[in-house]
């Protein structure tokens, strides 16, 4: 039996830019739909703005971080603030079965974008948007990057403070896009089914606000109702010392996550601290709570006995719910990642082959991954615009005018 992929007979017409609503579309592509980036002519303004890697040859200047959002893709550049440009993409909306942008609402009406303009040629249309905190209320027309509405506004920020007094920390390069990139992909994929069944267009959007507060979830249960403050805890006030996080001796750390009482002996044992389980002031959580500074200053005393690799083994042997806090570059090399193929090739044809992060997703007889680099600028503009009607000699008019470009 031949294998497919799920979404092989899907076309999504992408209107987008940075990180968010492009990741939406880098993984619609590896599931298999044949995902067409529209990009204005100078470029989705984060080509070229990613860190180079520390490696020599022709993938020292290789974009990975544009890649890891957009391969799979075919490119046209479109000036959307020309008239031709913009008949362009209406015409290619009108093949598609998803339209998928983080344009803010009044622009997607200035370009005849928006659901009711779209629907008016291709009634079963989904139209999916991506902005920084909705399309509606008073900062709809606010635009957004993940470190301001998913991490900032969200409160997520703030609760990940070390202790009342904490620093605001900062988060690593996309963490919030990529997680409000699948919400859209769940969302439309819904939006899909409910489209081929009634026959009529949909309408589906998420935020980085909103997403994030989804994330927050737990918390948000009983802060929506109680309107209180997080308490945000230190490493010496957490509630229970055996879910908590400690550094070894070879200076990387290790977390543990035993929140029952029935864990306190059996880690006790493990860290050769048996004197604490004969002391009385410690026979409760409560009681430990009580001291937990003392109790914190023991721990940290026998964690720095031993390695994270010598505990880590120590912890498996007792039945311990631990993990390893790994650094990226171990994590790349790790054997579970290998083994789980976290880390799939993408063959270049001009560069060979090289590593790239596959979506949080795997399935059994289906064709599911990445499907080749991220395109160059302009590099689809002719045979996508030949593949919806118009000709080679429009074209090249349109190119002349400065309202499309092919990319050479």
Same mark, same amino acid.
């Given at each position: 039996?031949?294998?497919?992929?799920?979404?092989?007979?899907?076309?999504?017409?992408?209107?987008?830019?940075?990180?968010?609503?492009?990741?939406?579309?880098?993984?619609?592509? *590896?599931?298999?739909?044949?995902?067409?980036?529209?990009? $204005?002519?100078?470029?989705?303004?984060?080509? /070229?703005?990613?860190? $180079?890697?520390?490696?020599?040859?022709?993938? &020292?200047?290789?974009?990975?971080?544009? *890649?890891? *959002?957009?391969?799979?893709?075919?490119?046209?550049?479109?000036?959307?603030?020309?008239?031709?440009?913009?008949?362009?993409?209406?015409?290619?909306?009108?093949?598609?079965?998803?339209?998928?942008?983080?344009?803010?609402?009044?622009?997607?009406?200035?370009?005849?974008?928006?659901?009711?303009?779209? +629907? *008016?040629?291709?009634?079963?249309?989904?139209?999916?948007?991506?902005?920084?905190?909705?399309? @509606?209320?008073?900062?709809?027309?606010?635009?957004?990057?993940?470190?301001?509405?998913?991490?900032?506004?969200?409160?997520?920020?703030?609760?990940?403070?070390?202790?009342?007094?904490?620093?605001? $920390?900062?988060?690593?390069?996309?963490?919030?896009?990529?997680?409000?990139?699948?919400?859209?992909?769940?969302?439309?994929?819904?939006?899909?089914?409910?489209?081929?069944?009634?026959?009529?267009?949909?309408?589906?959007?998420?935020?980085?606000?909103?997403?994030?507060?989804?994330?927050?979830?737990?918390?948000?249960?009983?802060?929506?109702?109680?309107?209180? $403050?997080?308490?945000?805890?230190? &490493?010496?006030?957490?509630?229970?010392?055996?879910?908590?996080? +400690?550094?070894?001796?070879?200076?990387?750390?290790?977390?543990?996550?035993?929140?029952?009482?029935?864990?306190?002996? &059996?880690?006790?044992?493990?860290?050769?601290? @048996?004197?604490?389980?004969?002391?009385?002031?410690?026979?409760?959580?409560?009681?430990?709570?009580?001291?937990?500074?003392?109790?914190?200053?023991?721990?940290?005393?026998?964690?720095?006995?031993?390695?994270?690799?010598?505990?880590?083994?120590?912890?498996?042997?007792?039945?311990?719910?631990?993990?390893?806090?790994?650094?990226?570059?171990?994590?790349?090399?790790?054997?579970?990642?290998?083994?789980?193929?976290? +880390?799939?090739?993408?063959?270049?044809? @001009?560069?060979?082959?090289?590593?790239?992060?596959?979506?949080?997703?795997?399935?059994? /007889?289906?064709?599911?991954?990445?499907?080749?680099?991220?395109?160059?600028?302009?590099?689809?503009?002719?045979?996508?615009?030949?593949?919806?009607?118009?000709?080679?000699?429009?074209?090249?008019?349109?190119?002349?005018?400065?309202?499309?470009?092919?990319?050479?």
């Amino acid at each position: 039996m031949a294998v497919t992929a799920p979404l092989d007979d899907v076309r999504v017409v992408e209107v987008d830019s940075w990180m968010a609503a492009p990741s939406a579309g880098a993984v619609l592509a *590896d599931l298999g739909a044949d995902v067409v980036k529209v990009e $204005p002519l100078r470029g989705d303004p984060m080509r /070229g703005l990613g860190r $180079p890697p520390k490696v020599d040859g022709d993938l &020292r200047g290789h974009d990975f971080q544009f *890649d890891v *959002d957009n391969r799979g893709k075919r490119s046209i550049a479109v000036a959307l603030d020309t008239d031709a440009g913009v008949d362009v993409v209406r015409r290619l909306c009108r093949t598609a079965d998803v339209f998928l942008c983080n344009l803010l609402p009044h622009r997607q009406e200035r370009f005849g974008l928006d659901p009711e303009a779209l +629907f *008016d040629h291709h009634p079963g249309l989904v139209h999916a948007t991506l902005t920084g905190f909705g399309t @509606d209320g008073p900062d709809a027309w606010r635009p957004g990057y993940d470190v301001t509405a998913f991490f900032g506004r969200s409160g997520l920020y703030d609760a990940m403070r070390e202790g009342e007094d904490g620093i605001v $920390p900062m988060a690593r390069p996309a963490q919030g896009d990529h997680t409000t990139g699948l919400a859209l992909v769940a969302a439309i994929l819904a939006a899909l089914r409910l489209a081929a069944r009634t026959g009529e267009g949909q309408v589906v959007e998420t935020s980085l606000y909103e997403t994030a507060v989804w994330t927050q979830a737990t918390d948000f249960a009983v802060t929506a109702v109680d309107r209180a $403050p997080v308490r945000r805890r230190a &490493r010496h006030q957490q509630i229970i010392v055996t879910a908590n996080r +400690f550094p070894c001796s070879d200076g990387h750390w290790i977390v543990l996550n035993m929140p029952e009482e029935r864990w306190w002996p &059996r880690v006790c044992r493990a860290l050769e601290l @048996d004197h604490l389980l004969a002391d009385d002031r410690l026979q409760s959580v409560k009681g430990r709570f009580d001291h937990m500074p003392e109790v914190i200053a023991a721990f940290d005393a026998a964690f720095g006995r031993r390695s994270r690799d010598d505990w880590g083994r120590i912890f498996d042997e007792h039945g311990l719910i631990w993990g390893p806090v790994l650094s990226l570059h171990e994590v790349a090399d790790d054997p579970q990642a290998e083994a789980i193929g976290l +880390f799939p090739t993408i063959e270049h044809p @001009d560069l060979g082959a090289y590593r790239t992060v596959r979506i949080p997703a795997r399935f059994g /007889g289906a064709d599911v991954g990445p499907k080749g680099p991220s395109p160059r600028l302009g590099e689809h503009t002719r045979s996508v615009l030949i593949g919806i009607g118009f000709t080679d000699a429009e074209i090249t008019q349109m190119v002349e005018v400065g309202a499309v470009s092919t990319g050479v």
